[in-house]
């Protein structure tokens, strides 16, 4: 079957139909979805009652999968991360924020896949960096570039929410020194498109290098706030089987936490990126 394409923003998200993510993908079903991914930034396919090994399988498709530090996982398949919100605190995706920026190597995108959801709420909402970079004044685009930001896996995982057993604490200590704070720039250009995103989040970016501390402070908070202006953003409420795959080098998201005490279980798998680069 060829893939339908229905575009649902201006600034990102198209529904894909036509495929069955659990078979293997003809080459030109998968170089299809590629595309769509570039052109579109996040993907939704309904219906898609995957098992573990084929959201892994799907996921691999795009690049090699990512073992998240603190999350746990599928037993026999650790790629694929689980967000039960029954077995772990997941407040810290209820804010704005790009997979993993703490890695040398963030996430090139993420497949994530609805497992149990709520009567209501839960929904998750996506940000285009890319539209919120070309809204900027071009002064102010010209000033952001160049500029790096520093990055710190603690500010979205603190040691009082996630060191509270001794395990939990030794895990914590050693993702800690594994992933030290580091710099990104604050402006990154797509690897493949060559388009400028803005690649700064609430969730792990700490501070902007080149400036001093409240220069930083003032300059960050309105960048969090422009890049998730609403026409900047899509927000998508999930039925159960739906997959949604986004390209996490150009866009960010939150997941609503408005739905205790009602459970909500997630499956993701993350593929590793590139080194970000400036223009």
């Known amino acids: 079957m060829s893939l339908t394409i229905t575009p649902?923003?201006?600034a990102l998200g198209a529904r894909i139909d036509g495929v069955d993510l659990s078979r293997d993908l003809t080459a030109d079903q998968r170089d299809g979805i590629e595309r769509a991914l570039l052109d579109h930034q996040v993907l939704f396919f309904r219906d898609q009652p995957l098992q573990p090994d084929q959201h892994a399988r799907f996921a691999a498709l795009f690049g090699e999968l990512h073992v998240h530090p603190i999350y746990p996982s599928v037993p026999d398949t650790p790629?694929?991360?689980?967000?039960?919100t029954d077995l772990t605190d997941v407040r810290d995706n209820a804010i704005w924020h790009t997979d993993v920026t703490f890695l040398p190597?963030?996430?090139l995108g993420a497949v994530l896949s609805a497992k149990h959801l709520p009567?209501?709420?839960?929904?998750t909402l996506w940000a285009s960096g890319i539209a919120a970079f070309e809204t900027l004044s071009a002064p102010l685009q010209r000033m952001l570039d160049g500029l790096t930001a520093t990055h710190d896996f603690t500010r979205s995982f603190p040691l009082e929410r996630f060191g509270t057993t001794p395990e939990a604490l030794e895990r914590w200590e050693q993702?800690?020194?594994?992933?030290p704070p580091l710099s990104h720039p604050v402006v990154r250009v797509h690897p493949v498109s060559g388009r400028k995103a803005l690649f700064v989040n609430e969730g792990f970016t700490a501070r902007i290098n080149e400036l001093n501390a409240s220069e930083s402070a003032a300059l960050l908070?309105?960048?969090f706030a422009h890049a998730t202006r609403p026409e900047h953003t899509i927000r998508w409420r999930w039925r159960q089987?739906?997959?949604?795959?986004?390209?996490?080098?150009?866009?960010?998201?939150y997941a609503v936490d408005?739905?205790?005490?009602?459970?909500?279980?997630?499956?993701?798998?993350?593929?590793l990126g590139d080194v970000p680069f400036g223009g």
Not at 79 to 84: A, S
Not at 175 to 179: G, V
């Open 8 to 10: 649902l923003s201006p």
């Open 221 to 223: 908070a309105f960048l």
């Open 119 to 123: 009567p209501w709420g839960g929904d």
């Open 79 to 84: 790629q694929i991360m689980v967000l039960d």
């Open 241 to 253: 089987h739906d997959v949604a795959f986004w390209d996490n080098r150009v866009t960010q998201h």
């Open 105 to 107: 190597t963030p996430a």
């Open 258 to 271: 408005d739905y205790r005490p009602q459970r909500r279980v997630m499956q993701r798998a993350t593929i």
């Open 175 to 179: 993702t800690r020194r594994t992933y």
